[in-house]
């Protein structure tokens, strides 16, 4: 596609229940990155995946979080028993590859309210 | 751990002069960083890469210069333009095993006035 794409843009759910965000990356893009951005904040990192596998995922805050990258293109981040300290924009970005002159480019991010 | 600051959270100026942002950051040595724009709602745009064997790089009238030594990275909008308003974000990336992440800090919201 033109850019990365995050279904949904806004997700509101209680507290303990699980929810899945989606990220489509741009077509052609190995790396894979996740990240959440809490109000004022910069970004955090939480998962970098190379083709289908997760090369870095100490990011992720507790085994309650969980991405998947089963076919090297389309990731899912899930997360179980929502806290509302998860409650943040989850933001998706790929890279044609890792350190080059190109950056990486960002999805407009899932925004997660935990009520 | 790693620990990056910019120098302000806002930053005034008026237009067509220059905006200079700071990024300074401790406990490891990155061996690229970047430079973002993130408009609100949206998420952040990539403007600029330096390695850590580049002293300048620029793009249009955007300039980043990336000092080992002291740690520190500057970023300047020359001529700036109303347009230009926005958050900025340094990030600087990790190295060996850590190359793919990057370690963004809080931002600095650049407002230009006419």
């Known amino acids: 596609g033109a850019g990365v794409s995050q279904t949904p843009s806004n997700k509101v759910t209680e507290k303990g229940k699980y929810v899945e965000l989606r990220c489509d990356p741009i077509?052609?893009?190995?790396?894979l990155y996740w990240y959440r951005q809490s109000l004022g904040q910069g970004p955090e990192f939480l998962i970098y995946?190379?083709?289908?596998?997760?090369?870095?995922d100490s990011g992720l805050p507790n085994d309650r979080f969980f991405a998947v990258r089963p076919e090297g293109s389309v990731s899912t981040l899930k997360i179980q028993r929502t806290e509302r300290g998860d409650s943040a924009v989850y933001l998706c970005?790929?890279?044609?590859?890792?350190?080059?002159?190109?950056?990486?480019?960002f999805g407009s991010g899932t925004r997660l309210t935990v009520v | 751990s790693q620990k990056i600051e910019q120098n302000s959270e806002a930053l005034n100026i008026q237009e067509g002069k220059t905006a200079t942002l700071t990024c300074n950051y401790t406990n490891y040595s990155p061996a690229y960083l970047q430079w973002y724009r993130q408009d609100p709602g949206r998420g952040p745009v990539f403007l600029l890469l330096i390695r850590e064997n580049e002293k300048e790089k620029r793009k249009e009238r955007l300039k980043v210069t990336f000092d080992t030594t002291l740690k520190q990275s500057l970023f300047h909008i020359t001529a700036s333009q109303p347009a230009d308003s926005a958050t900025y974000l340094c990030a600087p990336a990790g190295r060996g095993s850590t190359l793919g992440r990057l370690y963004f800090g809080r931002g600095t919201q650049l407002t230009v006035w006419p």
């Open positions: 077509s052609g893009h190995t790396a």
């Open positions: 970005a790929s890279s044609s590859r890792q350190g080059g002159d190109y950056g990486y480019t």
């Open positions: 995946f190379q083709g289908t596998g997760a090369a870095d």
